[in-house]
């Protein structure tokens, strides 16, 4: 049956739903159904060859219907960002809930992207030249990718928070979780490369960049190493294309574009 029959599936009383349960329900189910067309055609076609006109089709949904769910093809990527971050907050839930060391927290979180990421590897491939382009809306560091990256920095602020026996000081509890997602965006590069069987290479990838990142954490502890990280927060603030729009000023005040 086409999606884009806006009539509710239950009718009051029915399962103890609501007209407004049903219709929510039933606009949640369109946009999964118009995102999980998009990602498959994007998969077969490639990301420039597939039109919106083309995911509607498939989809069984009028394009008018399309473009009230996806302004267009950059926000079905926004979408799909979305839903890797979801997944993997939902993902993490064991891992952060049993270890209490530092590594172990974060090399299980970042081996659960890893695993939420990986039926989606040969797509990541595919669009990853345009996701490249740092003025592209589909560039992790864009405004339009703000929802997923401010997910993905708040699992790392987690995962410093729970890290019982590492003490992280004040004036880095802002600055360190951006950094460590910033080292979780090299892994991603790394792996949309891996070929390895399994991205084998990416997941021990994960374990010593955790090693060396938790290392790298138990020192910043010590003050005469504190302008240190600061220095490396506010390089890729000043250098890294996006960030500026990202990233607060480690001095505390706004930096002009």
Do not use: C
């Amino acid at each position: 049956m086409p999606a884009n029959n806006d009539s509710p599936n239950e009718r009051p009383g029915e399962g103890g739903g609501t007209p407004a349960k049903a219709e929510q329900t039933k606009s949640e189910q369109t946009r999964a159904l118009i995102l999980e067309t998009a990602m498959r055609l994007f998969r077969e076609r490639g990301y420039d060859k597939t039109t919106m006109r083309a995911i509607a089709q498939e989809a069984g949904v009028s394009v008018g219907n399309a473009y009230y769910y996806f302004a267009g093809k950059e926000h079905l990527i926004q979408g799909f960002y979305d839903r890797i971050a979801a997944e993997h907050q939902a993902a993490v839930r064991g891992v952060l809930g049993r270890e209490t060391d530092l590594e172990a927290r974060l090399a299980g979180v970042l081996k659960a992207w890893l695993d939420v990421a990986m039926p989606y590897h040969e797509f990541a491939v595919q669009f990853f030249k345009n996701a490249a382009d740092p003025d592209s809306p589909l560039s992790p560091f864009s405004p339009e990718s703000e929802h997923a990256r401010v997910e993905a920095i708040s699992v790392h602020r987690e995962v410093l928070a729970g890290a019982t026996k590492t003490k992280v000081p004040e004036e880095l509890r802002d600055v360190l979780p951006e950094l460590m997602w910033l080292s979780q965006m090299g892994l991603v590069l790394y792996w949309i490369f891996d070929r390895t069987e399994g991205r084998e290479r990416s997941y021990r990838l994960a374990e010593r960049g955790a090693r060396l990142t938790a290392r790298g954490v138990y020192l910043s502890r010590f003050r005469v190493l504190r302008p240190l990280v600061h220095e490396v927060h506010e390089l890729f603030t000043d250098f890294l294309p996006g960030m500026t729009r990202v990233l607060p000023d480690p001095g505390g005040a706004g930096r002009a574009d």
